[in-house]
């Protein structure tokens, strides 16, 4: 057995393997996520993966090029009658799937294109105020922040997460009511006009109202963002720094017992320093308007048939002619064979549309073919190992993801491999 070295419990892994060692199997919360497999490009090469240029996602399925990692260990840390306090935490590790060993300090290592990143750590006060807020609870530190996304194209499109904190599960008996302040850094700020260079921090103000009763087995949520660059004194008196703000307002409509699924139907409006993100405020853009429609949802065709679809219309014009429409749709049948084993298709459209009109449109298709093993019949059943054949075909410019496999001329590419997805 090897030694762990003194400097090894520094490491994120390894400290989380202690914590989860050093406490009592049961009083911990072990939770996570992971995908990770090997594929290859007909003509010879790695896995190519398929993105059109200028899309905020692509259809996932035989179509992800990395192993990509979240390890979350949880604990209840102190409990007196309906009071409690919970220490939550996650480690997230992203490689390209290339060698055995994929270290994240390439000037140890040349082989090294591994990142690592704390996702989560933060403390909730669970009914912190029994009296004044029954069931409320109070919040701070880094965490996932009542994320919104589409699982086949793994598009975020409600997602303020980072620092921050907060009162959530407020009960105000039509509806919960949940506020936050989140946080934000512009990254690589390049602009030195008066001697500066410094990050930018950008704030949002999160407000929600969900579980509102509808109709029946129906449900609405409103959501309502603002943000603001929170410029330094030094940034102020730069004219490169811009002191962008924006606003956000989302409402979304879930309809349960939707043949057998659901259907969620979101309706966002931003303006400004939101217009590029999924609520966060960010700068060094123009100024405008952006409209966002994503219709989603899993039905039972069959007995032995499930089906998850989406439909997104991403409308962003920007005054400085740099936005764009997006028109995404996808859909993934499942054919269940017994409760283990199932056969999976998935065809994925993009159309980009720029502003601009010196710049052309340009579109990616996408199918895939996987045949599964999964722990269930669910759509939702986890572990699962798949082996797939993905064929993509694009026009107007190449797609996003470089990959050495695809000459530049190209139009179209084919790839096959085995991939593992779980979470727990």
């Known amino acids: 057995m090897n030694k762990i070295q003194p400097a090894q419990l520094f490491r994120p892994s390894a400290l989380l393997a202690a914590m989860l060692l050093a406490s009592p199997a049961l009083a911990v919360d072990f939770h996570g996520y992971m995908r990770s497999g090997i594929g290859a490009t007909a003509g010879g090469g790695d896995q190519a993966c398929f993105q059109a240029a200028g899309a905020s996602a692509k259809y996932r399925l035989g179509n992800e090029c990395e192993t990509y990692a979240e390890i979350g260990l949880g604990k209840e840390v102190w409990k007196e009658g309906e009071q409690s306090f919970y220490v939550d935490s996650m480690i997230a590790y992203k490689s390209d799937q290339a060698n055995d060993w994929e270290a994240t300090d390439s000037d140890s290592n040349p082989y090294a294109n591994g990142t690592s990143s704390i996702r989560q750590f933060n403390v909730q006060a669970k009914n912190f105020l029994p009296d004044t807020l029954p069931g409320a609870t109070l919040w701070a530190g880094k965490r996932y922040y009542k994320r919104h996304d589409v699982h086949i194209n793994d598009y975020y499109y409600w997602d303020v997460s980072g620092p921050g904190a907060g009162i959530e599960d407020i009960d105000l008996g039509f509806a919960k009511a949940h506020v936050a302040w989140m946080r934000n850094t512009d990254g690589d700020w390049t602009y030195n006009g008066a001697g500066t260079g410094t990050n930018v921090a950008n704030d949002t103000l999160d407000f929600r109202l969900n579980d509102i009763e509808f109709n029946t087995d129906g449900k609405l949520e409103f959501g309502y963002n603002y ?32 043949f057998g699924g659901y259907n969620k139907l979101a309706l966002q409006y931003g303006t400004d320093g939101i217009i590029g993100s999924t609520g966060r405020n960010t700068t060094g853009n123009s100024n405008g308007s952006m409209v966002r429609l994503v219709n989603q949802g899993v039905v039972s065709l069959s007995d032995n048939i499930e089906m998850m679809y989406v439909q997104i219309h991403e409308d962003k014009d920007f005054d400085n002619d740099s936005g764009q429409a997006w028109t995404s749709f996808g859909v993934r049948p499942v054919y269940k064979w017994n409760d283990t084993m199932s056969t999976a298709l998935e065809f994925g459209y993009d159309y980009i ?28 059943a986890r572990p699962q190992i798949r082996a797939f054949a993905t064929y993509a075909m694009w026009d107007g410019g190449r797609y996003n993801a470089a990959s050495e496999s695809i000459e530049p001329g190209d139009d179209n590419g084919l790839t096959f491999g085995v991939q593992a997805e779980a979470w727990w």
């Open 227 to 258: 943000g603001k660059a929170n410029l330094s004194d030094i940034q102020e008196k730069d004219p490169g720094y811009s002191d962008q703000k924006g606003h956000l307002v989302t409402v979304e409509h879930v309809q349960g017992n939707w």
């Open 353 to 380: 549309d720029p502003q601009a009109d010196d710049e052309k449109s340009r579109d990616l298709k996408k199918v895939t073919l996987a045949q599964q093993w999964s722990a269930g019949r669910s759509f939702w």
